[in-house]
C-alpha cells in the first residue's frame, strides 16, 4: 500500500506524519550502519575520530578535562560547542553534551558527573562596608548579583527554605548576566551577594575570600550529567570520552 510522505504545494514541500516517521526510522538505520564501520575500523587501534560535544559555559570546570582528554587520545578531535543554550543533541548532530539539573527526554541516554552544593556568598569587603544580612528578606537591602538563564530569559531562583506562607524574599539587582564566571568576579571584588555552585568559588571559600551567608536557609545542589543519544551505538571514541569527562570533571 503506498503512502503519501510529503505535503507539496507551489511554494513548499513538508513532510507527512508518515513521512516524519519514516525519516527517524532512516535516521536510526544510517546512524546504525555508520557506528558499524566506526566500530570495525577502530577495534585495530586506539579510538579516534571526531567528537561535537556542547558543555556549560564554564571553562574553568570543564576546559581542564577537556583538554586532558585531549591529551591522553591525540587521534581524538573536539568540536566544542561552550555555551549555555539548550541545544537539541539529536536535531542538530552532538554525540555528546553536559547539563545542569535533572533531565526527562526519552531519547537520551545519561551518566551522572557528579553534584556540588550552591550557597550564598559574599566578599568580606562587601560585609565591611553593608554588613551581613540575617534572614533571606533583608535582601531587599542588599545588591544581588543574578543569574539570568539565556534560553528562556529566566532569573535564578535562590531557593531559601522560608516558614509555611512566608513570600519569597525580593532580590535587589546590581547585575544581572548570563554566565555565573562573570558573577563570580564581581562577587570577588566586593560589589554585592551572590548564589552560586561551589565548584566556582571553592579556591575563594578556602582561602577567606568569600564567605557563605544565610546557611541556615539554604540546602541546594546542582548536578551535572553526560547526555547523549540513546538509539546511537556508543563508539569507541564517544565512550572513552564519557568515562574520562564522568572521572576528571572536578565538580
Not at 558499524?36 to 578535562?65: D, F, I, K, N, Y
Request: net charge neutral; glycine share 6%.
Amino acid at each position: 500500500m503506498a503512502m503519501r510522505l510529503f505535503h507539496r504545494s507551489t511554494r513548499s514541500i513538508t513532510l507527512t506524519t508518515e513521512g516524519e516517521l519514516f525519516l527517524e526510522r532512516c535516521r536510526r538505520i544510517l546512524g546504525e550502519v555508520a557506528a558499524a564501520e566506526a566500530e570495525l575500523s577502530e577495534m585495530s587501534g586506539a579510538p579516534r575520530g571526531r567528537l561535537r560535544v556542547s558543555t556549560p559555559q564554564l571553562t574553568g570546570l570543564v576546559m581542564p578535562a577537556l583538554t586532558g582528554f585531549m591529551q591522553r587520545y591525540p587521534d581524538i578531535a573536539l568540536d566544542i560547542d561552550l555555551s549555555e543554550r539548550m541545544v537539541d543533541i539529536i536535531e542538530e548532530g552532538f554525540d555528546a553534551v553536559i547539563r545542569t539539573g535533572t533531565q526527562e527526554d526519552s531519547r537520551l541516554a545519561a551518566r551522572r558527573n557528579g553534584s556540588c552544593p550552591q550557597v550564598v556568598v559574599a566578599a568580606p569587603a562587601y560585609l565591611q562596608r553593608h554588613g551581613a544580612p540575617s534572614h533571606p528578606r533583608e535582601l531587599a537591602q542588599h545588591a544581588c548579583l543574578l543569574h539570568k538563564f539565556p534560553a528562556s530569559g529566566r532569573i535564578e531562583r535562590w531557593p531559601f527554605k522560608l516558614a509555611a506562607g512566608e513570600a519569597e524574599p525580593q532580590l535587589k539587582e546590581r547585575m544581572t548576566c548570563s554566565t555565573i564566571e562573570a558573577i563570580a568576579y564581581a562577587l570577588l571584588r566586593g560589589e554585592g551577594i551572590a548564589f552560586l555552585p561551589t565548584f566556582i568559588i571553592a579556591d575563594d571559600l578556602k582561602a577567606g575570600r568569600v564567605q557563605t551567608i544565610l546557611e541556615g536557609y539554604m540546602d541546594q545542589t546542582v548536578t551535572f550529567s553526560m547526555l547523549w543519544p540513546a538509539s546511537r551505538y556508543a563508539s569507541p571514541k564517544l565512550r572513552v570520552f564519557i568515562d574520562y569527562m564522568v572521572e576528571n570533571m572536578r565538580i
